[in-house]
């Protein structure tokens, strides 16, 4: 069978993993042929797969939709494609081939909805595209998410038969061989970009209180420079002002993201994630975790004995959530939870 895997949009990213992915899934399957559409992101022919690439389609959205409307019909009709695969989160309209579509881009389904004032963009995204791709979902022969949060909503949203909807979870390269130890200095760790959603301020502000109370023994780690854009600026001013330790080490690799994992709690603020990446690492070694109060989160986390919630605005829950871990760590060395038996460790 002559497949045709569609991702003009994948540049960087999460995009590009799951593109990656299947890629490499598609290398081993020898009993099918597929081709590959995509826009500037490269990867190699082999024995039965051809890679075509239209970079021109990210010129404009105009270019891109004229390529999604029209000029995809070309290569459907050239390469005699009998079934699609778009990794893209949308369908090729007008098209009456099988297709499967795969919804790895949460916002249309988050509970979280943006006004246009909060951010125009992300509004648009969520109410004109996102109207977009539930479109998709219900033209779709076959619709593939990531996790059963996003199974739920999508069904709920569109109305399509739950049978239609498949989860596969991504596949994720954890850090298995390391077990959570804490450091002397309660620490917790935020590793994130510097997005709206990502909610780097009520970490401020919880913090901000943390002090009134003369509770300072802490310190918050960032994966950020600290001066990214106006908000993250204001937020690295406002904690010098306070003399906090908040500790801005920008982007890290895998090993040094392994040994932030290895002694930090997992402070993860974000309203807005398919899966929360971060989640997983950190309940990979056994860390503690505290979670925004979202489906993803809860979905992720589900029984994990060392995860506690707190609404995502809500400084104070936070607070409290952080001072418990604070002054447990300072009375006996613990958290609030039950850690895995610790490993000698240097760091």
């Known amino acids: 069978m002559r497949i045709l895997v ?17 890629y490499g899934i598609h290398k081993e399957d020898k009993e099918n042929q597929y081709v590959y559409l995509l826009g500037k992101h490269t990867l190699e022919n082999t024995d039965n797969i051809t890679v075509i690439n239209v970079p021109e389609v990210k010129k404009t959205w105009l270019h891109r939709l004229w390529f999604d409307y029209i000029g995809v019909k070309k290569y459907l009709c050239d390469y005699k494609i009998e079934q699609i695969l778009s990794l893209q989160n949308t369908d090729i309209p007008f098209c009456k ?19 246009i004032d909060e951010d125009k963009k992300l509004w648009i995204y969520q109410n004109l595209i996102g109207s977009m791709i539930k479109q998709s979902i219900k033209r779709a022969n ?3 998410v990531q996790t059963n949060w996003m199974k739920n909503e999508v069904v709920r949203q569109t109305g399509i038969s739950e049978t239609k909807v498949q989860v596969v979870f991504p596949e994720i390269n954890l850090f298995e061989d390391v077990i959570w130890l804490p450091a002397d200095k309660c620490t917790f760790f935020y590793p994130a970009s510097d997005a709206r959603f990502k909610n780097h301020d009520v970490i401020l502000e919880a ?10 023994q802490f310190r918050c780690v960032f994966t950020l420079k600290g001066n990214e854009n106006s908000r993250i600026s204001r937020i690295q001013e406002e904690a010098v002002d306070c003399g906090m330790d908040f500790l801005w080490v920008g982007q890290q690799n895998r090993e040094q993201m392994s040994d932030w994992f290895a002694q930090s709690i ?44 707190f609404v ?29 038996s610790p490993r000698d ?3």
């Open 266 to 309: 997992l402070l993860f603020p974000s309203y807005l994630e398919t899966v929360g990446l971060p989640i997983c690492e950190a309940m990979s070694v056994g860390a503690p975790v505290l979670l925004s109060d979202c489906l993803y989160a809860r979905d992720v986390a589900k029984e994990y004995a060392n995860a506690r919630y």
């Open 142 to 144: 076959i619709v593939i």
């Open 312 to 340: 995502k605005d809500n400084a104070a829950a936070l607070a409290q959530l952080m001072e418990v871990c604070i002054v447990k760590r300072q009375d006996n060395g613990c958290l609030l939870y039950t850690s895995p």
């Open 345 to 347: 460790r240097t760091r």
């Open 97 to 115: 081939l099988p297709q499967t579509v795969y919804i790895h881009n949460a916002l249309p389904f988050s509970e979280h909805r943006f006004s």
């Open 6 to 22: 569609y991702d003009v949009a994948a540049e960087n990213g999460g995009a590009v993993t799951v593109l990656n992915w299947f």
């Open 207 to 216: 913090s901000k209180l943390l002090y009134q109370k003369g509770i300072t």
